[in-house]
C-alpha cells in the first residue's frame, strides 16, 4: 500500500493551523521544572502576568510529579542564584568606579563627567541593593512558593514507586547510549549516581501516562533549550525532536505540542484571546536559558544586566559637550579595538570549551567572567573614543 510523506513521516511535520486552534482550545498545558524556576528571575510584573495566563487555563493545567519535586528542591538554589547575581553586580558597578576614579587613568573624562557617573553609579546601586534584599527575603517569606502551592491544588500527578524509578533508570541508560531523546545530555550526571541524570525522562514519561490515561493531547512549556528535546541546526532552534513527536503519538495516539516560555506568551494572546505585552513577552525570552551550563548562563545573565546598566548611565555621559576633555588620539581608539578583538576571540574560545565538554575545570569560567570583565572596560572606552572622534 501506498503512503504519503506527511502522514507516514508526519513527525517530521509541524501542525496545520487548524490542528494548533484545535489544540489550544482543548490540550492539557504541562510547564517544565525550569519554567516555575523561571518566576524567581522575572520582574514582579512578568512573573505576575505569567502566573495569570497560567490561571486563566483553569483546570486544562497538569504538573507531573517530577516537575514539582525537582523545584521544590532547587528553589533555593535559584534563590541563591539571583541574590548572588545582583551581588556581583554591586561588585561590577564598584569596580567601574575605580577605573574611572583617577584622571591619570582615564584623562579623557573630565571632572565634571566623573562627578555625574558618581551619581548615576549610586542610583543603579541603591536599585541593585533593594534587588538583593527582596531575593534574600524569600527565604523565609517565598511569594512564588506560596503563589504555586496555589495553582497547583489537584493538578500534580502520582509519583513513580522506587521500582518504578529503577526501571526508568536503566531504560535511560540503554536510551542514552544511543543518544535517544530526551535527557542525554544530561548522561555526565550518572556518575552522581542519584538519579538526576534521567530527570527530564522522568518527566516525559509521566507526561506520556498522563496523556494515554486521560486521552488528552498536550501543550509542553519548556525553558531546556538542549539539543535532547530540540531539533537545532546551525544553532538555530528548527521545533522539537522528531523522535519525541513520533513516541508521544505511539504510545499514546494523542499529539503533543512544544513551546518555550516566550511562544507559549505569545501564542495564548493569538490562539485564546488573552492579551500579554510585547514588553514582557520581550522579557521572558531575554530571561531564558541559552546556554545548557547553568554557570555559563549566570554569567551571561550578568554581562547582559551590566551592559544594560553601562549603556543607561553612558547614554547621558555621550550626550555631553567634550570640547573640554582630554580624550586620547586615533590610535588609542585602534588600540583598544585591537584589544577588544583579542578578548573577544579568547571569549569565544572559552565558550566554545564549555559548550563542547562536559566536564569543564572550574579555572575555565574563572577565566571567562575576568574576560567579561575586561571586555566591558574596554567597551567604555571605545564608546568614549569614538564619540570624541566622531565630534
Do not use: C
Amino acid at each position: 500500500m501506498l503512503v504519503s510523506m506527511k502522514n507516514e513521516f508526519y513527525e517530521h511535520f509541524k501542525l496545520s493551523e487548524t490542528e494548533l486552534k484545535e489544540l489550544w482550545e482543548n490540550a492539557t498545558f504541562v510547564f517544565d521544572t525550569n519554567v516555575l524556576l523561571n518566576f524567581y528571575r522575572y520582574s514582579e510584573e512578568s512573573k505576575n502576568k505569567f502566573i495569570e495566563k497560567i490561571e486563566e487555563l483553569g483546570p486544562r493545567v497538569w504538573y507531573a510529579h517530577h516537575s514539582i519535586n525537582e523545584y521544590l528542591k532547587n528553589r533555593l538554589g535559584e534563590i541563591q542564584n539571583q541574590k548572588s547575581l545582583y551581588s556581583d553586580a554591586l561588585k561590577d558597578m564598584e569596580n567601574l568606579e575605580k577605573v574611572f576614579e583617577h584622571e591619570r587613568k582615564h584623562p579623557f573624562i573630565t571632572p565634571k563627567l566623573l562627578k555625574k557617573m558618581k551619581s548615576v553609579n549610586a542610583e543603579v546601586k541603591r536599585e541593585l541593593e533593594a534587588g538583593k534584599e527582596f531575593q534574600e527575603s524569600r527565604f523565609v517569606n517565598d511569594d512564588v512558593r506560596d503563589k504555586l502551592v496555589e495553582i497547583t491544588s489537584k493538578k500534580i500527578g502520582e509519583s513513580y514507586s522506587e521500582e518504578e524509578l529503577i526501571k526508568i533508570y536503566d531504560e535511560g541508560a540503554n536510551r542514552y547510549k544511543k543518544s535517544i531523546p530526551p535527557g542525554f545530555k544530561d548522561k555526565a550526571k550518572i556518575s552522581a549516581n542519584d538519579g538526576s541524570a534521567y530527570g527530564d525522562l522522568i518527566i516525559w514519561k509521566q507526561i506520556i501516562e498522563y496523556a494515554k490515561e486521560n486521552k488528552k493531547d498536550v501543550v509542553f512549556i519548556t525553558d531546556d533549550n538542549k539539543e535532547d528535546w530540540w531539533l537545532i541546526s546551525s544553532g538555530k532552534t528548527v521545533g522539537p525532536r522528531p523522535e519525541l513527536i513520533r513516541e508521544f503519538y505511539t504510545l499514546t495516539n494523542r499529539k503533543i505540542q512544544f513551546y518555550q516560555p516566550f511562544q507559549f506568551l505569545k501564542f495564548i494572546s493569538e490562539f485564546l484571546k488573552s492579551d500579554v505585552k510585547q514588553e514582557i513577552i520581550n522579557e521572558v525570552k531575554d530571561t531564558s536559558s541559552y546556554s545548557a551550563d547553568e554557570f555559563t548562563r549566570r554569567l551571561d545573565e550578568q554581562a547582559a544586566k551590566i551592559k544594560k546598566m553601562k549603556d543607561a548611565a553612558f547614554e547621558q555621559f555621550l550626550k555631553e559637550d567634550f570640547s573640554e576633555s582630554k580624550l586620547k588620539s586615533l590610535n588609542s581608539l585602534r588600540k583598544v579595538r585591537s584589544e577588544l578583538s583579542r578578548y573577544r576571540e579568547r571569549k569565544l574560545h572559552f565558550e566554545n570549551m564549555i559548550e563542547n565538554h562536559d566536564n569543564v575545570p572550574s579555572d575555565v569560567f574563572f577565566e571567562l567572567k575576568s574576560i567579561n570583565e575586561k571586555i566591558l572596560r574596554l567597551e567604555i572606552s571605545e564608546s568614549m573614543l569614538k564619540n570624541y572622534k566622531n565630534q
